[in-house]
Antibody, heavy 121, light 108 residues
Framework: QVQLVQSGSELKKPGASVKVSCKAS????????MNWVRQAPGQGLEWMGW????????TYTQGFTRRFVFSLDTSVSTAYLEINSLEAEDTAVYYC??????????????WGQGTVVTVSS | EIVLTQSPGTLSLSPGDGATLSCRAS???????FAWYQQRPGQTPRLLIY???TRATGIPDRFSGSGSGTDFTLTISRLEPEDFAVYYC?????????FGGGTRVEIK
C-alpha cells in the first residue's frame, strides 16, 4: 500500500545536525512532490516547504531558509530533511507529507508517521 | 501570507451531538484549494476534506465541508467517540501553504 515511513526519534545537542529520512513505497516516487511539516510540542501544523522529486529543487517557506535542507535519493525513493546548527526551538515532530496529485495545488493525503527531534543539552 | 483563524479553540460536546467548526481566511480565496485534517492524540494528521467539500477516501459521510471566499466550515453531523480530536484547516492555493491553529473537539 502507499506509505511513507520515517526514521526514528533523535536526541541532539544544540549546535549539532540531524537528518530525517522519509521512505516512500507503493507509488512512483517521482510522480509527486514531497512536503515537510513541523509540529512543535502542543502546537499546530506548520508547512516548511516542498521538494520537487523530479528535479531535486527545494522550495522553503520563510523561517526555514537558513538551516534546513531538503534532499532526495530517488534510487531508494527517499526524501531527507537535514537541520543544521540545531536550536532548542527546533524540538518538534517533523512530518513528510505527499499531496494527492502532482504539483502544489493538492492537499496532503499521505503522511509519514512523524519523527520526533529533541534538542537538549 | 494567508492567515487562517479557526474558531472556537475548543468545542465541548457529547457523542451523538453535531459539531460546526469554522475557519476564516485573512483574504478571500479565489480558488477551491482548501482542506480539513483530523489529528487524534498521538497520531498523524489525516486528510478529511479537500477542495472545500470533497471527502477523502474512506471518510464517513457524517463529515462535510462547505464555504467560499473567506469563510469555511467543517460539519460533523453526529459525533462518534473516535471523532474527539483536533481539526486543522489548510489552504493550498497560495504559497506559503498555511494551516489554521486548530479546533479541539473534546468530550463534555
Amino acid at each position: 500500500q502507499v506509505q511513507l515511513v520515517q526514521s526514528g526519534s533523535e536526541l541532539k545537542k544544540p549546535g549539532a545536525s540531524v537528518k530525517v529520512s522519509c521512505k516512500a513505497s507503493g507509488y512512483t516516487f517521482t510522480g509527486y512532490l514531497m512536503n515537510w511539516v513541523r509540529q512543535a510540542p502542543g502546537q499546530g501544523l506548520e508547512w516548511m516547504g516542498w521538494i520537487d522529486t523530479n528535479t531535486g529543487k527545494p522550495t522553503y517557506t520563510q523561517g526555514f531558509t537558513r538551516r534546513f535542507v531538503f534532499s532526495l535519493d530517488t534510487s531508494v525513493s527517499t526524501a531527507y530533511l537535514e537541520i543544521n546548527s540545531l536550536e532548542a526551538e527546533d524540538t518538534a515532530v517533523y512530518y513528510c507529507a505527499r499531496p494527492y496529485g502532482w504539483g502544489i495545488l493538492y492537499a496532503f493525503d499521505i503522511w509519514g508517521q512523524g519523527t520526533v527531534v529533541t534538542v537538549s543539552s | 501570507e494567508i492567515v487562517l483563524t479557526q474558531s472556537p479553540g475548543t468545542l465541548s460536546l457529547s457523542p451523538g451531538d453535531g459539531a460546526t467548526l469554522s475557519c476564516r481566511a485573512s483574504e478571500s480565496l479565489s480558488n477551491t484549494y482548501f482542506a480539513w485534517y483530523q489529528q487524534r492524540p498521538g497520531q498523524t494528521p489525516r486528510l478529511l476534506i479537500y477542495d472545500i467539500s470533497t471527502r477523502a477516501t474512506g471518510i464517513p459521510d457524517r463529515f462535510s465541508g462547505s464555504g467560499s471566499g473567506t469563510d469555511f466550515t467543517l460539519t460533523i453531523s453526529r459525533l462518534e467517540p473516535e471523532d474527539f480530536a483536533v481539526y486543522y484547516c489548510q489552504q493550498y492555493g497560495s504559497a506559503p501553504l498555511t494551516f489554521g491553529g486548530g479546533t479541539r473537539v473534546e468530550i463534555k
